[in-house]
């Protein structure tokens, strides 16, 4: 009996936790380096969060490879509107496998980015976790 007091609040509590999660998840990948491909993965974005609101969808955008490039400090191309984006909550991660290769250095990259031991295991842990996979870009 006493076993079932203490399991019933445990259950209550993760079901609570879980019905505060995001109802969607997205992990996108982004390893383009053309403007019309960030646009498209930005625009991607804009429609997920459209269409099932911020407060239920989390989206990380995920950069590798040439994908890396949209994300430096000097590139302003699409700075604002990633900027405009992490305050609907969608964060931008860059793969620093990707960094060490090209020897880019973390400060070399806007302030909102987080870094990623490496961005295709990110993109594969977020999936093993039950996110949905979007390749942005083309």
Wanted: aromatic letters at 8%; hydrophobic letters at 45%; a negative charge.
């Amino acid at each position: 009996m006493r076993t079932i007091t203490v399991l019933i609040p445990l259950l209550l509590l993760q079901c609570i936790a879980f019905a505060q999660l995001p109802r969607h998840r997205v992990v996108m990948a982004v390893t383009t380096l053309t403007s019309d491909g960030w646009a498209l993965a930005l625009t991607d974005c804009d429609a997920l969060l459209a269409s099932f609101g911020e407060d239920n969808v989390q989206i990380e955008v995920v950069a590798y490879g040439p994908g890396i490039s949209m994300m430096h400090r000097d590139n302003t191309d699409f700075a604002s509107r990633m900027q405009q984006l992490t305050h609907h909550g969608v964060t931008f991660a860059a793969g620093e496998s990707t960094m060490r290769l090209s020897r880019a250095q973390a400060n070399e990259f806007l302030p909102f980015v987080k870094l990623v031991d490496s961005g295709p295991a990110e993109v594969v842990r977020r999936q093993e976790a039950g996110w949905s996979y979007l390749k942005g870009g083309f």
